[in-house]
Each structure stands twice: as structure tokens, then as C-alpha cells.
């Protein structure tokens, strides 16, 4: 005999395969994804504080994003401002005449 055995089936493996027990019927039944948590591993889905923590970043950044075109739009208004006073400035001055 040999030394080696076969692992245990995982208690996740056995409840999902328990919960998909078929009734003998003429039609198989429909998996329509219902309990989707159960069939994934619980290793592949996230904690409710990680993607909470994911959403406030996405807001934080999505607020930064906002300040800084604000502040972008502030700029550029500023500048046609300066332009304009330029524009002015040059319009006034009378050319200089050479002698």
C-alpha cells in the first residue's frame, strides 16, 4: 500500500456540491447564477472593507479630478483676461514714430 492519500475535499466543495442536488424530474434544473457568492471560492471575492476602501479612493480621486479642472478653467480664464488686458494695452499705445 502506498504512502501517499488523497486530500480531503474542501467543506467548501461539499456544501456546493450539496446545494445543487437535482430532484429526479424529466427537466434538469436552471442555474440562474442565484447564490453566486456560495459557487465562488471564498479566496476570490473581496471583503466588504476592501471594496469599501476601493469606492473611497474612486471618490477621493474623482473629487481631486474635480478641483483640479476647476482650477484649470480658473487658469485659462485668467490668461484671456491678461490677453485682453495686452491686446488693450497695445491698441492704446500710439506707434512710435522714427525719425
Known amino acids: ?10 467543506d467548501e466543495e461539499l ?6 442536488m437535482q ?12 447564490g453566486i457568492q456560495e459557487d465562488v471560492p471564498s ?3 473581496a471583503s466588504d472593507e476592501s471594496r469599501l476602501q476601493t ?13 483640479e479642472l476647476k482650477r484649470k478653467v480658473s487658469l485659462i480664464q485668467e490668461i484671456q483676461t491678461i490677453r485682453r ?3 488693450a494695452l497695445k491698441s492704446e499705445t500710439p506707434a512710435s514714430s522714427s525719425p
Open 23 to 34: 430532484s429526479p424530474g424529466a427537466l434538469p434544473a436552471l442555474d440562474l447564477g442565484l
Open 43 to 45: 479566496g476570490f471575492i
Open 55 to 67: 469606492e473611497d479612493t474612486q471618490k477621493k480621486s474623482s473629487t481631486n479630478g474635480l478641483e
Open 1 to 10: 500500500m502506498s504512502d501517499f492519500k488523497a486530500a480531503p475535499t474542501p
Open 15 to 20: 456544501r456546493r456540491a450539496a446545494r445543487n
Open 85 to 87: 488686458s495686452i491686446e
